[in-house]
């Protein structure tokens, strides 16, 4: 029975062949197929759902501008920005279910595009001959994107190429079957952490909150988990953020390829929703562990957590540079706004008796945070390490006074 509806989206003149060939596949296991055209120069074998003149006009544009362009980059803008927004009207419409992209370099960045254009939940697969490249900017990936990579499909169906498309296929039909999409039912609180060999707080609070009747999802800060987080609380779907983890605010600054974009720390506050910030990890930039160091980082301490992940030790003048950065960040909130200052330390390895104990480093980081802190920021110093459960208490009395407050809702 053909029960979702997947959206197939290309470049119809030069992929007609692999874009009907993904079709084939979906039909034959009982999907339905919605294509769109985004190609500029040529035409399909037999018309698209979505013709390409339908794509340019949804950007303000037609194709016409984009051939008179002169440009393929500049042309292929024109097609990204008006399938971007015809993408998210026909996902809102209830048009299709899942979306699969096909594309080389020039696909693949209309793709992402796309892909981010897409609530977090939606089905999302890129067929793309740099997939997990390099060219791929951390902050243009959508936070559920999935990714294969079209092997030896630049030019033309072999055998090959078809092995990657028909996992694409039978992959985007078989998540659009399955996907559980997010409940909305219950409130949402958004938590920022690490694996509890670094920070440990979320286990104590999590079955707090959801005693409360919120639900509450917990984002890895390494790069795109705090896209994720940032992601959805520009849309708003927080009812409040306990951000106990933002070290990838340093990551940035300090220019590690694991980041979370420049917007990190700013998008709860930007929309109002009520925030608990705790600077976790602070002290702390991560790179990648299988790179060459950068000769920047050489004279400083580090930590090998794994085979993919090192932390750099910042000094102390980097860490006052890192909260400036917080207090710029958060002068940017119009909401409820808590700060938390836990005075033991951040993170497991900065205990006392620890290798990374360094009670200077953490005066010098709240002193020079205290000075850059903005007006009707609360501010609450706690005299307890991170992982105490000193800490977890004062997060949720600050939680518990604002949902009396009127605040926080459920």
Not at 111 to 116: I, K, V, Y
Not at 184 to 204: D, E, H, N, Q
Not at 369 to 398: Q, R, S, Y
Request: aromatic share 6%.
């Amino acid at each position: 029975m053909a029960d979702r509806t997947i959206l197939v989206v290309g470049t119809y003149d030069t992929k007609d062949a692999e874009l009907n060939y993904i079709r084939e596949v979906i039909e034959a296991q009982g999907g339905r197929v919605l294509s769109m055209d985004v190609s500029v120069l040529g035409d399909p074998s037999a018309p698209t759902d979505i013709s390409k003149h339908q794509v340019a006009q949804e950007g303000g544009s037609s194709i016409a501008q984009a051939i008179a362009s002169g440009d393929e980059n500049q042309a292929m803008q024109i097609m990204a920005q008006g399938g971007a927004a015809l993408v998210s009207r026909l996902y809102s419409q209830g048009c299709f279910d899942a979306m699969i992209v096909l594309g080389g370099t020039m696909g693949t960045d209309l793709a992402l595009d796309l892909c981010a254009a897409l609530p977090l939940g939606v089905p999302k697969y890129v067929v793309s001959t740099v997939a997990f490249s390099p060219l791929l900017p951390p902050e243009r990936i959508a936070a559920d994107v999935q990714m294969i990579l079209w092997a030896g499909g630049l030019y033309g169906l072999n055998s090959i190429c078809k092995a990657s498309l028909s996992q694409a296929a039978g992959a985007v039909l078989g998540a659009a079957r399955a996907v559980e999409l997010p409940d909305r039912s219950k409130p949402l609180i958004g938590m920022t952490s690490f694996g509890k060999s670094f920070l440990k707080y979320m286990v104590a609070l999590k079955p707090e909150l959801e005693k409360r009747g919120f639900e509450v999802a917990v984002f890895h800060a390494t790069g795109m988990g705090g896209r994720a987080f940032e992601s959805l609380a520009a849309q708003g779907a927080f009812a409040c953020v306990f951000d106990f983890a933002t070290q990838e605010l340093g990551n940035h600054l300090c220019g590690s390829a694991i980041s979370a974009g420049a917007d990190r720390l700013t998008n709860a506050g930007r929309t109002g929703t009520p925030q608990i910030i705790a600077p976790g990890c602070h002290d702390l930039v991560d790179i990648v562990g299988w790179h060459p160091r950068p000769e920047k980082w050489k004279d400083h301490p580090s930590h090998a957590h794994n085979r993919l992940l090192a932390s750099i030790v910042l000094s102390h003048a980097e860490r006052r540079a890192v909260a400036a950065a917080h207090g710029e960040k958060l002068a940017l909130a119009t909401g409820p706004t808590a700060l938390i200052l836990p005075l033991r330390g951040v993170h497991e390895l900065d205990r006392a008796g620890n290798d990374l104990h360094d009670p200077d480093g953490l005066l010098a980081f709240y002193d020079a945070l205290k000075t850059t802190c903005p007006d009707g920021l609360e501010l609450h110093e706690v005299d307890a390490h991170i992982n105490d459960a000193a800490f977890a208490d004062a997060a949720l009395e600050i939680f518990d006074k604002w949902q009396a407050d009127g605040l926080i809702s459920n």
